[in-house]
């Protein structure tokens, strides 16, 4: 049965609200803080994506026009597509490809998460309780910062060496 938007915003909510709960595992810091406050400023564009409806660079557009500093796509199976078929990697090198080569969007990048990797944080499988395919969209100056910035904190402490090496933490 296919969900209605209500529905697939609702548990995208869920998932996010889960996001912004402090875990011992990230030193009692929420899971991904900067989602917070893009709530609160009212700076998070939301979505869903059918690839099979709307291309995603329309989909761009839409974010842009809204003028938000950042977005969450979320991606619904079509008759073309089924996410949990989708190899999240390859996905998200194309579609900063995309966006690096577009004259508006050149300044962007994604972050594309499966809850059917294979990927853990602090020990905690994190993409898994997401409860679709989706794809995170903000600056590239904005997602550097914001690592910067967790680097100085005690976030990273309980991860592993290579969680470290693959979310690229020195």
């Not at 291309?55 to 008759?79: G, P, T, V």
């Not at 395919?133 to 904005?142: A, C, D, K, P, Y």
């Amino acid at each position: 049965m296919k969900e209605s938007k209500e529905q697939m915003l609702e548990r995208a909510y869920q998932y996010i609200h889960w996001l912004t709960t402090p875990h011992e595992a990230f030193n009692n810091m929420a899971v991904c803080p900067f989602i917070e406050p893009e709530i609160k400023q009212e700076q998070l564009y939301i979505d869903i994506w059918n690839p099979s409806k709307m291309a995603f660079m329309d989909m761009m557009s839409r974010y842009y026009d809204s003028q938000k500093r950042s977005a969450l796509f979320i991606c619904q199976n079509s008759q073309d597509i089924d996410w949990e078929q989708v190899e999240r990697r390859p996905i998200q090198i194309t579609l900063n490809t995309k966006l690096k080569e577009h004259p508006l969007f050149s300044e962007y990048k994604c972050i594309v998460l499966s809850p059917w990797e294979d990927f853990t944080a602090g020990g905690v499988r994190t993409r898994e309780k997401s409860p679709y395919f989706m794809i995170n969209i903000g600056s590239r100056l904005h997602f550097h910062k914001s690592h910067k910035q967790l680097q100085k904190s005690r976030y990273f402490a309980n991860f592993t060496d290579d969680e470290k090496k693959v979310l690229k933490v020195k």
